[in-house]
Nanobody
Framework: QVQLVESGGGLVQAGGSLKLSCAASGSSFSTIAMGWSRQAPGKQRELVAFVTSGGSTNYADSVKGRFTISSDDVRKTVYLQMDSMRPEDTGTYYC???????????????WGQGTLVTVSS
């Protein structure tokens, strides 16, 4: 069974940086895309960024130029480098994986449990 393990959240001052990591366990699948979404208190979850297996990336307008998503296909890990952070970046960040199971050829989507990021002003 594939699982996602996130790390790297914490407290940072405005203008600072954090790097999130998300590793997918298991080996009997191929990655379609991996990404990050976030949910601020009292708000809906929103997409932050994703990267496809082909290396294409996509970012929310609010993080363009400040966040960088990257992946390590061998380690099945996705990273989110967050720079020039703002208080409005505060929230719980969730890793997301879209995959194809080798055995069943079925597409699935998994979510991590979330890691809290707090940006103080």
């Amino acid at each position: 069974q594939v699982q996602l393990v996130e790390s790297g959240g914490g407290l940072v001052q405005a203008g600072g940086s954090l790097k999130l990591s998300c590793a997918a366990s298991g080996s009997s699948f191929s990655t379609i895309a991996m990404g990050w979404s976030r949910q601020a208190p009292g708000k809906q979850r929103e997409l932050v960024a994703f990267v496809t297996s082909g290396g294409s990336t996509n970012y929310a307008d609010s993080v363009k130029g400040r966040f960088t998503i990257s992946s390590d296909d061998v380690r099945k890990t996705v990273y989110l480098q967050m720079d020039s952070m703002r208080p409005e970046d505060t929230g719980t960040y969730y890793c997301n994986l879209k995959l194809i199971d080798w055995g069943t050829a079925k597409h699935s989507e998994l979510w991590g449990q979330g890691t809290l990021v707090t940006v103080s002003s």
